[in-house]
Nanobody
Framework: VQLVESGGGLAQPGGSLRLSCTASGIIFSIVDMAWYRQGPGKQRELVAEFTTDNHANYADSVKGRFTISRDSAKNKVYLQMDKLEPDDTAVYYC????????WGQGTRVTVSS
């Protein structure tokens, strides 16, 4: 089982980024998947979850701005991030819910003007 995140980078406030996660060896039909993030000096937190019954749940801080989706055929999970704010600056990771897989390297998102 392996998690590989990509798509991060530098964005201006109000901008957008789309993150991708390739989750090798995970059967999406039996586990919930999520995006987590860890900002500078902060604990890792769950920001968006996609459940096995196709529901999406979001942390209040990203609700209305972020959209999680998945492609089971490709074993990928995506995070569309719009209206980015400086507080979204973090390293973003994907994992199961609860997190049972060894964490990947993450992808760094920096929101700054």
């Amino acid at each position: 089982v392996q998690l590989v995140e990509s798509g991060g980078g530098l964005a201006q406030p109000g901008g957008s980024l789309r993150l991708s996660c390739t989750a090798s060896g995970i059967i999406f039909s039996i586990v919930d998947m999520a995006w987590y993030r860890q900002g500078p000096g902060k604990q890792r937190e769950l920001v968006a979850e996609f459940t096995t019954d196709n529901h999406a749940n979001y942390a209040d801080s990203v609700k209305g701005r972020f959209t999680i989706s998945r492609d089971s055929a490709k074993n990928k999970v995506y995070l569309q991030m719009d209206k980015l704010e400086p507080d979204d600056t973090a390293v973003y990771y994907c994992n199961t819910v609860p997190s049972r897989v060894t964490w990947g390297q993450g992808t760094r998102v920096t929101v700054s003007s």
